[in-house]
């Protein structure tokens, strides 16, 4: 019955990689990735489903250089996160996930980006420029 639970946890978190940027969860998976090494000599799949699951939390936990390109004008910032600023161009390190990046500038529109970093990126690129007068 362990080894079942086990199989179908891991399977859910293997299909459901993104969900493993929330450090509570990855402590927990973790946890149960050593408990399950326990199982080991009794089933060869349960291994393999740890190993790929202890991989994924391992990418899942780099961070990723983000360049945020715009026009030295547009006020640019992360929701949820903080405030990249007015920049011609800026780097900053992001875990992989799904962002919103926003575009604010006086008379004129703004613009909403959402971005999914891959964790298999090396970098990733996000051009933002607020050029739609109101």
Known sequence: NQIIAF?????????????LSNKQ??????TKISDAKALASVSPSLTQKANVLSLLVEKMSKKIPVEVISDN?????????????VTQSKTIQLTPGRYSFEGKRKGYKSKLLDVLISYDDTSHQVNIICDEPI
């Open 73 to 85: 004008q547009t006020n640019i910032l992360v929701r949820g996160l903080g405030v990249v600023g």
């Open 7 to 19: 199989n179908s946890e891991f399977d859910h978190h293997i299909a459901n990689p993104y969900r």
């Open 25 to 30: 969860l990855t402590t927990s998976v973790n």
